[in-house]
């Protein structure tokens, strides 16, 4: 670290991402002009430090050559080159500047300033009257020479000659195209002999024109690089860098000769200057550096391999980082990397190989040389330019333009010699510091920025990871099946009606329950589906599926998630409905929209699906109890108390029968008599004590309470009701207690009146004496909807009683289990047409035939579970 | 049944419209660039193009193919303009399959010469017959630009009816019926009978080339001499002249041949062929003074800026140089640049005493080549020497006219460039036939080095020449060491090679290295001794002049001054012998095969052969 350098912003102007070629021009007295590869350049002025120009060309600037001498600068365009007088342009410029006050004039160049007409020109470069264009066409590059007038007014601009060089198959590491840096370019430079302004006083004009890219090179180099013949003609060399990593020359004035190939740097070249520059202002050495760093250094090796005559010594190594620009000074290339502003030191590798003596030691030595560049901690520099004078003696300043579109005056610290000097002027001082603290503000805003960036980066793979472990985890599940309690995510559910605006309606809560050590955050989603269960219901509608999404913020290990959702207001719903709840985890949602886009272009629209668990709710689950105090307020709706039950069951029960023999016609007329069909379902009662024995076991008096056959009725009828079958639970708690009685009444969810009884019979005595008693669970409504949708859902519950029952006599049972689940097949099957009934707007006739039918089957096929 | 006829009307409209703004940019065309014309020319040919697959969209009908055939021309004549032959020629094809199609024809070859011929049958008397041959005619455009005159050949006959047929019925005195129907048939973009113009007198000359090359040159010269009474442009006749001449140049009649090309030089003031070819013939002739005449003008002809572009057809979309492309043409045609004329005048002229006159042309030559405007275009191989030879040569000329600093300051400038370059060591190979191409590769850089050593040696040679004349013995003796010091450098590969020049292959390039080589060591002993002889330094003057007689035994001049010598140092009888054999040696290599530099220089002292025989004769008789 041997100091720091100061920065200073100049200007800022527009700049639209920086994947152009981006060029500074000085050396027009007071003004640099700045292409940024758009449509515009810029003009700035260092006395009134501010643009005070921008020129505007009709296409793309793609280079900028200048001719101080005639102030004109060419600007080669994608629809050509174009000449533009800078004194006339801004001399009528400073004439509108007094009135006008700090904005730019904008200048337009009109189509009359085209010059040559030759499109996407890459390169351009002047040499005395001579203007080079560089360009690629099919499948050469052309270097074309045109001859510029004498006279400034005049436009023509004669070509003379061009010269082909075949394009190679593109260098394979630059073809992936590079996305950061500066769009890729050809580097065209001229290179004179060092004794040739000195001799010949007919080349004063070339003195004036020599700027960025002229550079006078010491006589025997050259000799050795461009032979002797071009020496002698005093010719100078055009020097070409081209994408594919040749060195190409061209002795301008030499007649017969053509371009020839120097070197190849097997990279996009992306700088070529000479440097190392002697007291009689020749410069020793020869760069070229390419873009992913490989720096060729071209100097005069005095002692040759076969001893006496010089050769040119080729060095090639790499510098650290991209090369995104680069320019000379007397002793050191100075270029970027887009991180960092780096100094390459060419004159500690020349002192160190002549102190060393001939021998291998001294290339290892350069190339040791070309391993450490110093930092200069300016970052994001994208086009670099030594301003033609420079100010103090030692004391280097750049110019610089940042990736932000800042025009930057950079001050090198002065060189190693004057280290020592501690003393400065107070002014100098503050102005240190003041350059000190801009330039910590500078790294510290590029800390920050890459702080932020790998903080979300771990926050991103944290995320990514517990999203795997969650994942491993619930597939871990399906495949052990472990009992839904135990699983580590587990969901339930409650259904419950509650009443909106004299509206009933069940609404489904949902409770997820994170037992895992994972937080669930960003990214996570609970998904539920519900869907009806019998898809033949209706074509019309309501077959379709719903689906409920509901993103986690931060469910933490041990807490619970709730969501309600409504199912259905009260009577347009179709019951049983399956419901599937799964996590899901999108990366869109973690990351953000454009972000995936930006980088994950495939992943867009996929998220992973973790599916948790499937259930069914069902006619049970949707009733609403009428409770013993809601009954009591709307006593007019049931008139059913508790002694009477049995009476009124099996007078009911008879009514049924003869009015359904005799209201065939219609089920309107038989409006008096409210419960009009039954089912029931017949279970052994032994089963059924068997049954609920284990569930019941925790209770002290379970064997006493199941003894009872009135108790085992309730039991039954309570667990009918409010068991949780497969995680689903019906909400009305209140209502548990209430349950004295082994007779139920509820309203369904389409919100007919229903009964629902449980009551022992024996229905041994009629067939064979052995059997035992039998549990009768006994269904009436006036719907015949309803009826079936509960003689389904009583069958299932008894289904899954029989399921967790003990294993007893397996044989037997399984004869039961299958006619059980015959008979839930069938009730499937007539509830689906029953709904096909009602859904179908077809006669009335014809539905209450179907209906009728329906009912029939129902009665024939009274169900005793053994 | 509107659409068809007003459909018609549009093309041919459009085809009008087209076609007028083509020849407008044409005659308008003059004073613009090429890049201009070039690109409107580009425009055209896509218009007409986009017009013609618009109009062949339909299938062929005898209505409108007419108009259909009359935009083939057309774009194809935009395409031959634009060098863009094979998609003219698709075009050519296609339009005689349709002919066919419409005639009710069918020939299923892709032989074009079968095609044409069944397609000109086919169209026999009908409408359709001058438009048909139209389109031949710029299928023989396309051979003919193509280079393809065995084609030609082979539908000669066709050929010549076709040229009478359009030149005898459409171009003047038709019928006024026969106008009528041209008044109503689309225009052209060039009239066929100017293309048919074009095309014969550019077949006969292209023909003629062919045939002189292939060495039958009298049967060139009867058809040359026919064309030449062709209606045709001043250029083109005077081509005709220009090939005449040199066929008669190969018939080995030069006077007749001088008489073409200055008949050539009459009809086009601009053909420098002409000029050029006269000069080789001077040359063949041996008259240096009208060489050098010829050079000169040749010179100043080149010189002339090429303000307004010969336009040698005319302006038409169809240039002569487009169609007279064949390769042994452009090596009749060709001229070298004017500055290796300016070389060979500057050469000739020293060569043939004309001393001061060469210096003030190689004085010219060396400042064209230094002035800003010189610049490396031309990509033809330069029969120019080397630089570092040139300012050799103009180094000696300068000291044949007694310049002696001017020559040192050009040595002086040759030596600061070459001396860093020189090795300490070299090795010159002999050529062997075994080693190949690789070696050769391998060796360009040792070549090079030299080339440098020689051209470094050269140069101490010339400035000890200069010291020489200056009577400046001792820097001479200098000189003339630091050459012999870095020709000793050079070690020969083939070490009982002989030092004998092998005359038969000087012009193989190490040969020629080694011929230069010994000649220098020969001549830099021989002064070297010379001076020493000056300096009266007697006994290191015989060694010298000895070991320069070893290395290049045929320098006379080194041989009589060995004997003048041996002669001073009292050896009589040795010096008569030495002279003697010295005369007796009569194979004097040719001077003019030496580069300037390396001959004799003409100052200095001088042994009188008269004298040295007397005192030969006065040995005799004591």
């Excluded at chain 1, 839904?484 to 909106?500: A, D, G, N, Q, V």
């Excluded at chain 2, 405007?373 to 000696?396: C, I, K, W």
């Amino acid at each position: 670290m041997e100091g720091r350098c100061a920065v200073e912003t100049w200007a800022q102007f527009g700049f639209s991402g920086g994947s152009y070629k981006v060029k500074i021009l000085c050396g027009f007295g007071t003004d640099v002009l700045i292409c940024t590869g758009t449509e515009e350049i810029y003009v700035f002025s260092k006395r009134e430090r501010k643009i005070t120009t921008v020129l505007l060309l009709p296409a793309a600037v793609n280079d900028l050559v200048g001719n101080q001498d005639k102030q004109l600068i060419y600007v080669a365009c994608r629809s050509g080159v174009y000449r533009v007088n800078l004194q006339f342009l801004l001399h009528r410029d400073q004439s509108s500047q007094a009135d006008a006050s700090s904005s730019p004039a904008e200048l337009k160049i009109s189509q009359e300033c085209l010059v040559v007409g030759a499109d996407e020109v890459s390169s351009l470069l002047l040499v005395g009257s001579v203007l080079l264009t560089l360009c690629q066409r099919d499948a050469s590059w052309l270097l074309t020479l045109y001859k510029t007038p004498k006279q400034t007014a005049s436009t023509s601009h004669k070509e003379f000659g061009s010269f082909n060089l075949p394009v190679v198959s593109a260098v394979d590491c630059g073809a992936a195209e590079s996305n950061r840096g500066p769009r890729k370019g050809s580097v065209l430079i001229c290179i004179h002999s060092g004794d040739v302004e000195a001799s010949s006083p007919s080349n004063a004009s070339a003195e004036s024109t020599v700027a960025q890219d002229h550079f006078h090179l010491e006589p025997l180099l050259f000799k050795l690089l461009f032979g002797v013949e071009a020496a002698l003609a005093k010719s100078p060399v055009i020097l070409c860098g081209l994408p594919d990593g040749r060195l190409c020359f061209l002795p301008l004035r030499l007649p017969g000769s053509c371009l020839r190939v120097l070197h190849s740097l097997e990279q996009p070249v992306c700088f070529v200057g000479a440097s190392v520059v002697t007291e009689t202002g020749h410069a020793q050495c020869l760069v070229a550096a390419g873009e992913q760093g490989r720096v060729a250094l071209i100097k005069t090796d005095k002692a040759g391999p076969e001893g006496g005559s010089a050769v040119a010594a080729f060095t090639e190594g790499c510098v650290p980082g991209p090369v995104w620009c680069g320019c000379m000074d007397k002793s050191c290339f100075y270029y970027s990397t887009g991180a960092d502003l780096l100094r390459l030191d060419l004159l500690e590798g020349s002192f160190a190989r002549e102190s060393k003596e001939r021998g291998e030691e001294t290339s290892g030595m350069t190339a040791a040389a070309l391993q450490s560049p110093s930092s200069l901690n300016v970052c994001r520099v994208i086009a670099l330019a030594e301003p033609a004078c420079s100010t103090a003696a030692g004391d280097v300043q750049l110019l610089g333009v940042s990736a932000r579109g800042q025009l930057q005056r950079i001050c090198l610290p002065a060189g190693r010699v004057d280290e020592g000097s501690s003393k400065l002027p107070s002014t100098q001082v503050s102005r240190s510091v003041r350059d000190l603290l801009s330039a910590i503000g500078d790294v510290c805003e590029r800390a920050s920025v890459l702080k932020t960036v790998i903080k979300s980066k771990n926050q991103f793979l944290r995320l990514l990871n517990h999203a795997v472990s969650v994942s491993f985890l619930l597939m871990a599940d399906t495949t052990t099946d472990l009992p839904i309690k135990e699983k580590p995510i587990r969901c339930h559910f409650e259904t419950s009606w509650s009443r909106l605006l004299q509206k009933d309606s069940l609404s489904l809560v949902c409770f997820l329950h994170n037992s895992s050590p994972f937080v669930l955050e960003r990214g996570w989603m609970l998904s539920i589906t519900v869907s009806p269960l019998s898809y033949s219901s209706s074509p019309a509608g309501e077959s379709s599926s719903t689906n409920f999404s509901f993103p986690f913020h931060d469910l933490r290990p041990g807490q619970t998630f709730e969501a309600s959702l409504p199912i259905a207001a009260a009577g347009d719903a179709s019951f049983p409905m399956t419901v599937s709840c799964s996590l899901i985890f999108s990366l869109s949602s973690l990351l953000g929209e454009e972000e995936v886009a930006a980088s994950f272009a495939g992943l867009q629209s996929s998220c992973i699906s973790l599916p948790l668990s499937t259930l069914t709710v069902d006619w049970l689950h949707a009733l609403q109890l009428n409770s013993p105090t809601a009954t009591h307020k709307m006593a007019t709706v049931q008139p059913s108390s508790a002694a009477a039950d049995s009476i009124q069951t099996f007078l009911s029960s008879r009514q049924l029968r003869c009015s359904g023999r005799t209201n065939r016609g219609g089920e309107s007329a038989a409006k008096p008599e409210p419960e009009k069909y039954s089912a029931s379902v017949w279970v052994s009662s032994e089963i059924v004590r068997d049954t609920l024995k284990p569930k019941k076991s925790s209770n002290l008096d379970a064997k006493e309470s199941i003894r009872d056959p009135e108790d085992l009725c309730l039991s039954l009828l309570e667990r009918l009701l409010s068991e949780d079958t497969e995680g689903v639970k019906m909400g009305c708690q209140g209502d548990k207690i209430a349950l004295s009685t082994s007779v139920a009444h509820a309203r369904g969810p389409n919100g007919a009146a229903m009964k629902l009884s449980v009551k022992e019979i024996n229905v041994g005595e009629e067939e064979s004496t052995d059997k035992e008693a039998t549990i009768e669970v006994q269904i009436e409504s006036s719907s015949l909807a309803a009826v079936c949708g509960l003689h389904h859902a009583v069958l299932r519950r008894i289904q899954t009683l029989l399921q967790s029952a003990t294993e007893k006599a397996a044989s037997t049972k399984n004869v039961q289990i299958l006619g059980l689940r015959r008979a839930l097949q069938r009730a499937e099957i007539q509830q689906s047409q029953i709904s096909g009934a009602f859904g179908e707007v077809v006669s009335t006739v014809q539905r209450d035939r179907l209906l009728l039918s329906v009912y029939q089957e129902l009665r024939r096929n009274p169900l005793l579970i053994v | 049944m509107y659409q068809p006829p007003s459909l018609l009307e549009k093309w041919s409209q459009e085809n009008n419209e087209l076609v007028n703004k083509c020849k407008q940019q044409e005659a308008g065309g003059g004073a613009v660039s090429q890049d201009h014309r070039q690109s409107s020319l580009r425009w055209c040919s896509s218009e007409f193009h986009k017009l013609l697959r618009k109009i062949q969209g339909i299938p062929p009908h005898v209505d409108h193919s007419q108009l259909e055939l009359a935009v083939v021309y057309n774009t194809c004549v935009c395409f031959t303009a634009q060098s863009q032959f094979s998609e003219a020629e698709l075009l050519l094809k296609e339009a005689t399959e349709r002919v066919l199609q419409v005639t009710g024809n069918n020939a299923d070859t892709s032989d074009p010469l079968v095609l044409w011929r069944a397609g000109l049958k086919s169209a026999g008397n009908t409408a359709l017959h001058p438009h048909v041959l139209y389109l031949l005619c710029l299928q023989w455009a396309l051979w003919l630009a193509k280079c393809q005159l065995e084609n030609i050949g082979e539908l000669q006959e066709q050929m010549s009816s076709l040229c009478e047929i359009v030149c005898d019925g459409v171009g003047d005195g038709s019928p006024s019926e026969a106008k009528g129907r041209l008044s109503k048939s689309p225009l052209l973009v060039m009239e066929p009978k100017r293309l048919t113009e074009l095309l014969q007198i550019c077949t006969s000359i292209a023909q003629g080339a062919e045939k002189l090359n292939e060495g039958r040159s009298s049967e060139a010269l009867s058809d040359l001499q026919a064309a030449s009474a062709l209606p045709a442009t001043r250029a083109l006749v005077a081509y005709t002249h220009l090939l005449s001449g040199s066929c008669l140049a190969h018939m080995n009649r030069p006077q007749m041949a001088l008489q073409c090309y200055k008949k050539a030089l009459e009809t086009d003031s601009r053909c420098v062929c002409a000029l050029y070819r006269s000069m080789l013939i001077y040359r063949q002739l041996g008259n240096t003074q009208a060489e050098i005449q010829a050079l000169r003008l040749l010179h100043s002809t080149l010189m002339l800026p090429p303000a307004t572009e010969p336009v040698l057809g005319g302006i038409q979309p169809l240039s002569p140089s487009l169609l007279l492309s064949s390769q042994s043409l452009s090596r009749l045609l060709s001229v070298p640049s004017a500055l290796s004329v300016l070389y060979s005048l500057a050469l000739k002229c020293v060569l043939s005493g004309r001393v001061t006159e060469g210096v003030e042309h190689y004085l010219d030559l060396l400042a064209a080549l230094h002035s800003e405007d010189q610049h490396a275009v031309d990509a033809e191989v330069s029969v120019l020497p080397r630089m570092p030879e040139l300012y050799l040569e103009a180094g000696t000329a300068l000291l044949f006219t007694r310049r002696p600093a001017d020559c040192m300051a050009f040595c002086n400038e040759v030596i600061s460039t070459t001396l860093e370059l020189v090795p300490e060591k070299v090795v010159l190979e002999e050529p062997e036939e075994g080693i190949g191409g690789d070696a050769r590769g391998l060796s360009v850089e040792g070549e090079d080095k030299v080339a440098m050593l020689l051209w470094a040696a050269a140069a101490y040679l010339v400035q000890g020449h200069c010291h020489a004349h200056l009577k400046d013995w001792k820097q001479a003796v200098t000189h003339y060491t630091r050459c012999i010091n870095l020709l000793v450098k050079v070690h020969l590969k083939n070490r009982d090679f002989q030092p004998q020049i092998p005359a038969a292959d000087v012009n193989v390039k190490h040969g020629k290295d080694l011929c230069t080589l010994q000649r220098m060591k020969g001549l830099s002993l021989a002064w070297r001794g010379i001076s020493f002889t000056q300096m009266d330094q007697l006994r290191e003057a015989l060694r010298d002049l000895q070991l320069s007689l070893q290395a290049f035994p045929d320098y006379t001049g080194a041989g009589l001054w060995c004997g003048e010598v041996l002669w001073r140092l009292g050896r009589k009888h040795e010096a008569a012998a030495c002279w003697e054999k010295t005369w007796s040696l009569t194979t004097q290599t040719s001077v003019e095969k030496l580069p300037l530099y390396l001959q004799d220089p003409q100052s200095g002292p001088l042994l009188d052969s008269v004298e040295l025989r007397l005192r030969i004769q006065e040995l005799g008789l004591t």
